[in-house]
């Protein structure tokens, strides 16, 4: 059982706030992710990093920005939100190369 | 670049057995195999180093098959627990993920 966590679970919020989706795990791993699906549809990376300090911008291009101070801890924060930023967005971690878990995920809506 | 996975979609009688393919035009260094059902996040099934290996989980068993850059995920006697979304996941030695488009399962009894 994986113990990575996010919160919100569900948010629902209006156009043009800011907003910050956390992502915490307590398994030690040094790599984490995170991934914007819409429902039934592929994964995208929007962010990645590689330890503490370390972020990297993913495949998909985001308005979203992140932040690793501690190795435990990678929220995603969304500066001014969008009704094109409504999806599921998945956090993951994992150690060095072996398998990646993810949380249960955020689903946002902005109205 | 993202992998390839086929096919897109597959209904199936609960005991039959089914294949999902998935290839790359980069040369691998792991695949990995999730599975996700509806209004959950992905569940991590197993994970294949280069070398050709087999793997199992359940019925559900996977190859690699470098030299074509491919990796095939067997069900086998499907069961109705077997109905989500597959993605497969491939990696490069940069460690970085890359999920294919998903193959929707449905069992039906």
């Known amino acids: 059982e994986a113990d990575i966590y996010q919160t919100p679970r569900y948010l629902v919020i209006g156009t043009g706030k800011k907003i910050t989706l956390e992502c915490s795990q307590t398994m030690g791993h040094d790599k984490m992710y995170w991934y914007q699906q819409d429902p039934g549809m592929e994964l995208h990376l929007i962010h990645y990093?590689?330890?503490?300090?370390?972020?990297e911008k993913g495949d998909l291009s985001s308005e979203s920005t992140v932040s690793r101070i501690r190795t435990e801890h990678f929220p995603l924060t969304l500066e001014s939100a969008r009704p094109s930023h409504t999806s599921q967005y998945l956090c993951?971690?994992?150690?060095?190369?072996?398998?990646?878990?993810f949380g249960p995920g955020t689903r946002l809506t902005v109205t | 670049q993202q992998p390839v996975q086929s096919p897109q979609a597959v209904i199936l009688r609960e005991g039959e057995d089914a294949v999902i393919n998935c290839s790359s035009s980069?040369?691998?260094?792991?695949v990995h195999w999730y599975r996700q059902k509806h209004g959950e996040a992905p569940v991590f099934l197993m994970i294949?180093?280069?070398?050709?290996e087999q793997k199992g989980h359940e019925k559900i068993s996977a190859s690699f098959n470098e030299k074509k850059q491919q990796s095939s995920l067997y069900l086998t006697a499907s069961q109705l627990s077997y109905s989500g979304t597959y993605f497969c996941g491939t990696e490069t030695a940069g460690n970085k993920l890359t999920f294919g488009g998903g193959t929707r399962v449905l069992v039906k009894p």
């Open positions: 980069k040369a691998l260094y792991s």
């Open positions: 993951a971690s994992r150690l060095q190369d072996y398998e990646q878990y």
């Open positions: 294949l180093l280069k070398g050709g």
């Open positions: 990093s590689y330890g503490v300090n370390s972020t």
